[in-house]
Each structure stands twice: as structure tokens, then as C-alpha cells.
């Protein structure tokens, strides 16, 4: 079955306090790795595709790698307006498209 | 519209009731999924269309829930004698079809079963 870990379940940060999340994944022939941003209220917004181990994907402040077993989202000097749950998911090898198994989330509070 | 639309945005219900939820995809999106997400848990996938067949319906929980997709434009989510295990927010997410694809979602429906 496959499983998506995500941790710290909630991340409190200071203004221009850099870190990293962790998603932790177990996948039967890993299809793609997905990051999204869930705002209050909001559906999910896209921000990453990570297909093989060692590719690296970044969008101003936030940078995604890939290994075999888990994924980072990087946060560099955070800001108040980057507080939201970030999301990780995989999608298996012989699943249909779009048929994303998502982890819990992170939530991430930034305070100025 | 830019991006897919749900409706209504929050829906109050008794138990035992039907409801009907909507999503319209983004135009010339031809695949379109159902998630639910409930309190303190990860999204799980429902059912996939393709155009409106549905190749991929593996993840309704029951025989209460069922969905229909006209053309590749609307869809609805249809759940029959609700139970309060079926509170959640039922989001909907429209893609392009391809690897390099990703889900474009909703804002969702919040379901409450009372």
C-alpha cells in the first residue's frame, strides 16, 4: 500500500527563519512526487512535480528535492504571506493519472 | 471562469438525505477527479473521468456515492442517505491529460451531516 509521511505535522517559524519540511514516502514505482499549498478555506495550489531522485525544482522562496525514500520542501527566509499547509503526494507506477495518494500535511505558521 | 468552480460551497444536511454536488472543470481540462478531505486527515481520491467515462472509480466508499460527467464539462458527486461519516470537504480538481500534467483544484464543498 502505498503511504505518504509528512512532518513536522505543525512548524512555527519566525520571519527570515529558514527550514525544511519532510515527506517520507513508500510507493510501488514512484510516478511522480507532488507539492501543494493549501490556504484556509482553498483548495490546493499546485507548486511541484519531482519525477526522479536528485532533481530539484524551486519557485522563489521554496526549493523541492527528491530521493528514493523522502522529499524536502526548503523554505528560505520565510515570510508571513508563505503560512499555509503544504501538502506532499505520489503517484504510483500502473495508477491512473491524477490518482494522488497525499500525506496529512505540514502547517506552517510564519509570524513577522 | 479561470479556475474550477464548485457549487454550493457549503451544504448543511439531515441524515438520510441525497445530495448533490457540482464541479465545473477548467475549459479544455478533458480529465476530472473527486477527493475528500476530511478533519485532520489527507485527501483521498474518489473517482477519476476521462471525457465523461470513468475509468478509475476505486476510491467511492460505498454504493451511496456515484458520480456522472457530461461531455467533458460538468460533473456531480452524488451521495444517497447521508451518514455523518460523510462530513468532509469534497474537493474537485481538472488537469490536461499527461505526466507533466498537474491538478488544477476547487475550492471544494464543505459537507455537513447533521
Known amino acids: 500500500e502505498d503511504q505518504v509521511t509528512q512532518s513536522p505535522e505543525a512548524l512555527r517559524l519566525q520571519e527570515g527563519e529558514s527550514s525544511s519540511l519532510n515527506c517520507s514516502y513508500t510507493?510501488?514505482?514512484?510516478?511522480?512526487l507532488f507539492w501543494y499549498r493549501q490556504d484556509p478555506g482553498k483548495g490546493p495550489e499546485f507548486l511541484f512535480t519531482l519525477y526522479s531522485a536528485g532533481e530539484e525544482k524551486e519557485k522563489e522562496r521554496l526549493k523541492a528535492t527528491l530521493t528514493k525514500k523522502e522529499s524536502f520542501l526548503h523554505i528560505t527566509a520565510p515570510k508571513p504571506e508563505d503560512s499555509a499547509t503544504y501538502l506532499c503526494a505520489v503517484q504510483a507506477g500502473g495508477t491512473s493519472y491524477g490518482k494522488l495518494t497525499f500525506g496529512q500535511g505540514t502547517i506552517l505558521t510564519v509570524h513577522p | 471562469g479561470a479556475g474550477v468552480s464548485q457549487s454550493p460551497s457549503n451544504k448543511v444536511t439531515e441524515k438520510g438525505k441525497d445530495v448533490e454536488l457540482r464541479c465545473d472543470p477548467i475549459s479544455g481540462h478533458t480529465a476530472l477527479y473527486w477527493y475528500r478531505q476530511r478533519l485532520g486527515q489527507g485527501l483521498e481520491f474518489l473517482i477519476y473521468f476521462q471525457g465523461n467515462s470513468a475509468p478509475d472509480k476505486s476510491g467511492l466508499p460505498s454504493d451511496r456515492f456515484s458520480a456522472e460527467r457530461t461531455g467533458e464539462s460538468v460533473s456531480t458527486l452524488t451521495i444517497q442517505r447521508t451518514q455523518q461519516e460523510d462530513s468532509a470537504v469534497y474537493l474537485c480538481a481538472s488537469s490536461l491529460v499527461g505526466d507533466n500534467s498537474p491538478l488544477h483544484f476547487g475550492n471544494g464543498t464543505r459537507l455537513t451531516v447533521t
Open positions: 510507493v510501488s514505482g514512484l510516478r511522480g
